[in-house]
């Protein structure tokens, strides 16, 4: 099993920044990619950022010139640093990773979610 791990949600004022962390832990033989969706209340759930191997990235068009997402592969982590913060980025973030067990099974694995909250 593979397990995801979010971590650096928080309440932050418009304007402000908050970085969100993914730690993946288990039995990982590779991870093809790592996104960041969001789902705010009595909305859908949406992609905000996804990074791929090879380090490609790709952003939804509302975050994109404000989020940058990124990867240490050593420590198994995926980072989201949010700029620019506004009171529509408030939602459950939730880390998701798609790739290959170390029993040669591919995963789809999704994290707990954080909470960001941004005041106007």
């Known amino acids: 099993q593979v397990q995801l791990v979010e971590s650096g949600g928080g309440l932050v004022q418009t304007e402000g920044s908050l970085r969100l962390s993914c730690v993946a832990s288990?039995?990982?033989?590779?991870?093809?990619?790592v996104a960041w969706y969001r789902q705010a209340t009595g909305k859908q759930r949406e992609l905000a950022a996804v990074?791929?191997?090879?380090?490609?990235?790709n952003y939804a068009d509302s975050v994109k010139g404000r989020f940058t997402i990124s990867r240490d592969n050593a420590k198994n982590t995926v980072y989201l640093q949010m700029n620019s913060l506004k009171p529509e980025d408030t939602a459950v973030y939730y880390c998701?990773?798609?790739?290959?067990?170390?029993?040669?099974?591919?995963?789809?694995?999704w994290g707990q979610g954080t909470q960001v909250t941004v005041s106007s």
């Open positions: 998701n990773a798609i790739g290959i067990a170390t029993n040669h099974r591919s995963f789809n694995s």
């Open positions: 288990g039995n990982i033989f590779s991870i093809n990619a």
């Open positions: 990074i791929r191997s090879g380090d490609t990235a």
